[in-house]
Nanobody, 120 residues
Framework: QVQLVESGGGLVQPGGSLRLSCAAS????????MSWYRQTPGKGRELVAA????????SYANSVKDRFTISRDNVKNMIYLQMNSLKPEDTAVYYC?????????????WGQGTQVTVSS
């Protein structure tokens, strides 16, 4: 049974930091590209950051570049999102996503989301 369980969300003041975690199970974690998405009411999900299966390549949305860092631990089957210099516009539900093989029928898994609220 595939599970992606996010944690670490909460309320933080502008300029503060949070670290999100996502625990993965039920699939071959090291073979999957892992990502963080976020969604606000009335908007579609936005890709925030992604990391390759081996952890050597990362990409970020322009809006979070130089503030957020994605990482993964292929031993613990975890990914993380370190969020610094948070802004009110970072307020959203953050989702963990896994995309993996096979190419002809790619797998796409989602967590339940964790709320991040940036407000004074």
């Amino acid at each position: 049974q595939v599970q992606l369980v996010e944690s670490g969300g909460g309320l933080v003041q502008p300029g503060g930091s949070l670290r999100l975690s996502c625990a993965a199970s039920g699939f071959t974690f090291s073979g999957y590209v892992m990502s963080w998405y976020r969604q606000t009411p009335g908007k579609g999900r936005e890709l925030v950051a992604a990391i390759g299966s081996a952890g050597g390549s990362t990409s970020y949305a322009n809006s979070v570049k130089d503030r957020f860092t994605i990482s993964r631990d292929n031993v613990k089957n975890m990914i993380y999102l370190q969020m610094n210099s948070l802004k009110p516009e970072d307020t959203a539900v953050y989702y963990c996503n896994a995309k993996g093989p096979p190419l002809w029928a790619p797998r796409d898994y989602w967590g339940q989301g964790t709320q991040v609220t940036v407000s004074s």
